[in-house]
């Protein structure tokens, strides 16, 4: 895992470019940056994970708009949502980077947040990732180890109290499968997934998977 690092507002990585296409200059590729999405404001190309609820998750996440820069904002959704068929070879692009906000928390709500990185699947064709947390009791660093139907999480940011800030994330998907997992992933990643607390309202912003130079 990377040290992460804070984010001052919400800042654009880089310009924009087609999703899974590499940008020669910063040598990165956009996952996603919430610049398509339906009419009733659902995020394009993802889809409800959990059985809950279909309408309930098409009204939980919603993109949204901040001068000029798209991100998704999530609102009492205590379920995920999942982005598959992406063309990311996570060995070529290890880093994977995200921004998150907390605007509506409290230390009732655990996890608040979290994002998945799904490397790889396993003999049933279940994706197999870890996920990082937004904890509001753990602290940073925590890793949990996952079980034979659950992931290993690792909590990337802790706390209730930074309401109103953006936090920018990278981490080392690519090292910390490995070192969880113990074999290589797959040379294409199965997608990417996220999930916010029930009670809670949180914003992501874009997500790039970088080199790591």
């Known amino acids: 895992m990377i040290r992460r690092c804070l984010a001052v507002g919400l800042v654009v990585c880089g310009s924009f470019v087609m999703q899974g296409a590499v940008s020669a200059q910063s040598q990165s590729l956009i996952l996603e940056d919430f610049q398509a999405k339906e009419a009733d404001g659902f995020p394009s190309n993802w889809d409800n994970e959990s059985q809950r609820s279909e309408s309930k998750g098409r009204d939980a996440y919603k993109v949204q708009t901040e001068n000029g820069v798209n991100f998704l904002a999530a609102k009492d959704a205590g379920q995920r949502i999942k982005k598959k068929k992406i063309d990311w070879d996570p060995k070529a692009f290890p880093v994977l980077t995200w921004r998150w906000r907390l605007q509506k928390a409290t230390t009732e709500n655990e996890p608040i947040a979290a994002i998945y990185a799904s490397l790889d699947t396993d003999l049933m064709f279940i994706p197999v990732f870890t996920k990082y947390v937004w904890s509001a009791t753990k602290p940073e660093g925590t890793l949990t180890e996952g079980g034979m139907f659950s992931g290993s999480e690792i909590v990337v940011q802790s706390g209730t109290k930074d309401v ?32 916010s607390g029930p009670g809670v309202e949180i914003d992501f912003g874009s ?4 080199t790591g130079r």
Do not use: C, L, T
Not at 207 to 210: F, G, K, L, N, Y
């Open 164 to 195: 109103g800030q953006w936090f920018e994330e990278r981490v080392n998907v690519y090292e910390d499968f490995k070192r969880i997992h113990r074999h290589e992933p797959a040379a294409k990643a199965w997608g990417i997934s996220i999930i």
């Open 207 to 210: 997500m790039v998977a970088r």
